[in-house]
């Protein structure tokens, strides 16, 4: 992990490792040419992706569950516009529908 002091040494290994990927020369080239060690390389390269790994755990995910309280009816919205509207409390339609448009053969269970 990088500490408060490592911020300014961060910085400027990111910027070496972008310079790196499009420099085309191998990391032992690459450390010469800027004038330090590949251990340094490899060590800061470590440091920065587990505070990248780091990062990406605590962001919230994208997708929250959901909870649909009562609805009155379904819309389904198909490609060039058109869209459905079905009541909600219609399981049978539902189920018939979907299968349709799946392509698969779906009949209304019984009541």
Known sequence: MVRGGDVAKARLWRERFLRFEDGGVTI???????????ASFYAWRRKLAMRHQTSRKKKPSA???LTIAAAAMVVIRLPGG??????????????VIVGQLAGTDVEAAPC
């Not at 032992?28 to 590949?38: D, I, R």
């Not at 058109?82 to 189920?95: D, F, G, H, K, M």
């Open 82 to 95: 058109a869209s459905i509207e079905v009541p909600a409390n219609s399981e049978n339609a539902l189920r």
């Open 28 to 38: 032992a080239e690459f450390c010469v040419a800027e004038g330090t060690s590949t």
């Open 63 to 65: 997708f929250e569950p």
